[in-house]
């Protein structure tokens, strides 16, 4: 008999503490990580220090240690907790004879395993192009053909002048893909914003749920349209414990009792040291959350690490230049902790995403949120007012529109500014 069953790359983990107090927790990520991206995590180490050695990351005793370890643990990735140079990687898989990946790479090869939509993968690809492009190099050491980054796949090229010109070539070629990706996914970006701009002419609110992966925006998306929305089977997203379940942003129409309604949008999840590149190629997906109204931080409450997963989504938020919106904190996942929930904490809720009266909770923080300022009102306008009409429709959720003999009935919520400049034609 033969076993084809694929066996499990074994993994381990290794950083340089400069003495960050979050070090540990950035180690434990790392290895959720790892397992995310199907690997198992056969041990770990760290170095303390001032600072990294610029060309090899770690000392060499410690390079000796972990080469050590890893080789006698089966390894056969080293993967480190920061982004490391082309020239620390290479000097790094000389040293150990392991595959080294960087916390980008290992980030960006689980995008890559991810991504559905057309949209993502262009994003994951440019991304990815991106990290690439500075690590070509005509390397003899043979591990490169196992990144597939353009190195060399004989074990040298047969003199420098021929590695260098194969060099070129790869960069330009790269350079052409960056360039032709980025135009798609412009093109694409184009055709989202007409279609945000068709959502929105009625004035919907937007809310987006934004925050850490895995902390359970998709779950709560699911819970609000089971609650509130017909025929919501169809509209359900996709949902799994794990880091980066889904990377598309879902938008979906929320209909709430009393007429109200607001699209929600639910964006891909963030984690710490996100790549600089991954988060730039992702600034139209994440148009969402910089278009709303309201945002909800949906956070683990369960998790011990949960105020540094606050910071990290602030500092992603900050990063993309989403500034001055509202934000709501719901603290999701209430049913693993010992604390009482639903209930509300000031302007934050503890819930959880799965239990029916937590989600008819936050529907009601919602509401009390977008909706504060909104009176629902009659008019009788004229059978000539279409530029009022169509002005209504744009602004205004519009309940019901009725034309008869003696005018135009419209009844519907509207916010102070526009329950003056339609005053005239209240009834």
């Given at each position: 008999?033969?076993?084809?069953?694929?066996?499990?790359?074994?993994?381990?983990?290794?950083?340089?503490?400069?003495n960050?107090?979050?070090?540990?927790?950035?180690?434990?990520e790392?290895?959720?990580?790892?397992?995310?991206?199907n690997?198992?995590?056969?041990?770990?180490?760290?170095?303390?220090a001032?600072?990294?050695?610029?060309g090899?990351?770690?000392?060499?005793?410690?390079?000796n240690?972990?080469?050590?370890?890893?080789?006698?643990?089966?390894?056969?990735?080293?993967i480190?907790?920061?982004?490391?140079?082309?020239v620390?990687?290479?000097n790094?898989?000389?040293?150990?004879?392991?595959r080294?990946?960087?916390?980008?790479?290992?980030?960006?090869?689980?995008?890559?395993?991810r991504a559905?939509?057309?949209q993502?993968?262009?994003q994951v690809?440019?991304?990815?192009?991106?990290y690439?492009?500075?690590?070509?190099?005509?390397?003899?050491?043979?591990?490169?053909?196992?990144?597939?980054?353009?190195?060399?796949?004989?074990?040298?090229?047969?003199n420098?002048?021929?590695g260098?010109?194969?060099?070129?070539i790869?960069?330009?070629?790269?350079?052409?893909q960056?360039?032709a990706?980025?135009k798609?996914?412009?093109?694409?970006?184009?055709?989202?914003?007409i279609?945000?701009?068709?959502r929105?002419?009625n004035?919907?609110?937007k809310?987006?749920?934004v925050?850490?992966?895995?902390a359970?925006?998709?779950t709560?998306?699911?819970g609000?349209?089971?609650?509130?929305?017909?025929?919501?089977?169809?509209?359900?997203?996709?949902?799994?414990?794990?880091?980066?379940?889904?990377?598309d942003?879902?938008?979906?129409?929320i209909?709430?009792g009393?007429?109200?309604?607001?699209?929600?949008?639910?964006?891909v999840?963030f984690?710490?040291k996100?790549?600089?590149?991954?988060?730039?190629?992702?600034?139209?997906?994440l148009?969402?959350?910089k278009?709303?109204?309201?945002?909800?931080?949906?956070?683990?409450?369960?998790?011990?690490?949960?105020?540094?997963?606050?910071?990290?989504?602030?500092?992603?938020?900050?990063?993309i230049?989403?500034?001055?919106?509202?934000?709501?904190?719901a603290?999701?996942?209430?049913?693993?902790?010992?604390?009482?929930?639903?209930?509300?904490?000031?302007?934050?809720?503890?819930?959880?995403?799965?239990?029916?009266?937590?989600?008819?909770?936050?529907?009601?923080?919602i509401?009390k949120?977008?909706?504060?300022?909104?009176?629902?009102?009659?008019l009788?306008l004229?059978?000539?007012?279409?530029?009022?009409?169509a002005?209504l429709?744009?602004?205004?959720?519009?309940?019901?529109?009725?034309?008869?003999t003696?005018?135009?009935?419209?009844?519907?919520?509207l916010?102070?500014?526009?329950?003056?400049?339609?005053?005239?034609?209240?009834?």
């Amino acid at each position: 008999m033969i076993d084809n069953t694929p066996q499990t790359i074994k993994a381990y983990l290794a950083g340089v503490n400069l003495n960050d107090p979050n070090f540990d927790y950035y180690m434990t990520e790392l290895a959720n990580l790892t397992q995310a991206n199907n690997m198992e995590v056969v041990g770990q180490t760290h170095q303390n220090a001032v600072q990294v050695v610029a060309g090899t990351y770690f000392g060499l005793g410690k390079i000796n240690e972990i080469k050590d370890m890893a080789h006698g643990l089966k390894a056969k990735v080293l993967i480190i907790n920061d982004e490391l140079s082309p020239v620390q990687i290479r000097n790094l898989e000389k040293l150990t004879k392991l595959r080294v990946i960087d916390r980008t790479e290992l980030i960006l090869e689980i995008f890559a395993s991810r991504a559905r939509s057309k949209q993502a993968k262009l994003q994951v690809q440019l991304a990815q192009l991106q990290y690439e492009l500075p690590r070509l190099h005509p390397s003899e050491n043979n591990l490169d053909q196992q990144r597939g980054n353009g190195g060399s796949t004989s074990g040298g090229f047969a003199n420098r002048g021929a590695g260098e010109s194969k060099l070129e070539i790869n960069r330009r070629t790269i350079g052409k893909q960056i360039s032709a990706i980025k135009k798609e996914l412009k093109a694409i970006a184009g055709q989202e914003e007409i279609k945000a701009k068709r959502r929105n002419q009625n004035h919907i609110p937007k809310v987006a749920l934004v925050g850490y992966t895995n902390a359970g925006k998709s779950t709560t998306m699911n819970g609000l349209l089971q609650e509130f929305t017909a025929e919501n089977k169809d509209k359900q997203v996709f949902v799994k414990d794990m880091l980066f379940a889904t990377l598309d942003t879902s938008v979906r129409r929320i209909d709430l009792g009393n007429n109200f309604s607001f699209i929600l949008s639910d964006t891909v999840g963030f984690i710490s040291k996100l790549p600089h590149n991954l988060v730039e190629s992702f600034k139209a997906t994440l148009q969402e959350a910089k278009d709303a109204d309201l945002l909800i931080n949906v956070v683990d409450a369960a998790d011990p690490n949960m105020i540094q997963m606050i910071r990290t989504t602030q500092n992603v938020l900050a990063e993309i230049g989403v500034k001055n919106i509202p934000m709501l904190t719901a603290y999701n996942k209430a049913d693993k902790t010992e604390r009482k929930y639903p209930q509300i904490e000031g302007s934050d809720i503890l819930y959880s995403a799965t239990d029916p009266v937590s989600i008819e909770m936050l529907a009601k923080l919602i509401t009390k949120r977008i909706f504060a300022n909104y009176e629902e009102v009659k008019l009788l306008l004229p059978l000539t007012a279409g530029k009022e009409i169509a002005y209504l429709h744009e602004h205004a959720q519009i309940n019901q529109e009725s034309y008869q003999t003696d005018g135009i009935h419209v009844s519907g919520h509207l916010e102070p500014a526009l329950q003056a400049r339609f005053q005239q034609y209240v009834i």
